[in-house]
């Protein structure tokens, strides 16, 4: 395919920017979806932002013993947050949460076994984590790198540093019982289509997310 035809072919910055807005949406709704409701449990949010994604989660679980943890510490009257380097570890005790999300986070950081050991190591024994991340191999990906093509996904105007398979994020997370693994998106097919195409060829969708438990 010669450059011409390719920029031709290519999808504009409008149209990446709102597969994967729908992408982002649809996996805030699964990670909402694989709560549990308990209003005794206490939620930790790593990477929390300004934390209206944490509050959604709080509100799901119907808990207020909410922390968050993240570089800059966003000041928030319904959350606990700590300002960490979360390269470092979490600065919270030993088996003290009933639930830790970390959503869109480790591909951020340098140390990801740090962030995984570390979150084992506060969730309380039957309690369960939620991580999601984008997939290094998804389809897209594999396409834009068969052409020698820099992935949208993976160009220098993101801070990635550390992307994974699926496999390779459960590689990461074997101290823990697998309890789901899920595929989001499958670009560029149509939301409905692309769910279903997910349930059978999740190792390369845009996102993973998975649940995991302490055991």
Known sequence: MGSREWKTWAPTNSVLRKMREEVRDRGRDILLSLLEENPRASLLDLGCSIGDLTLEMAKRVGTSEVFGVDKISYANSYILVHEADLNEGIPFGDNQFDVVVASQLIEHLQRPKVLISETYRVLKPGGYALIST????????????????????????????????TKGLLSLLEKFKIEQVIGVGFYPLPYLLSKYICKVDKRHSVDIVVKVRKV
């Open 134 to 165: 984008p997939n290094l191999a998804s389809w897209h990906n594999l396409v834009f790198l068969f052409f020698g093509l820099q992935p949208p996904g993976l160009s220098t105007n993101h801070d990635y540093i550390f992307l994974l398979t």
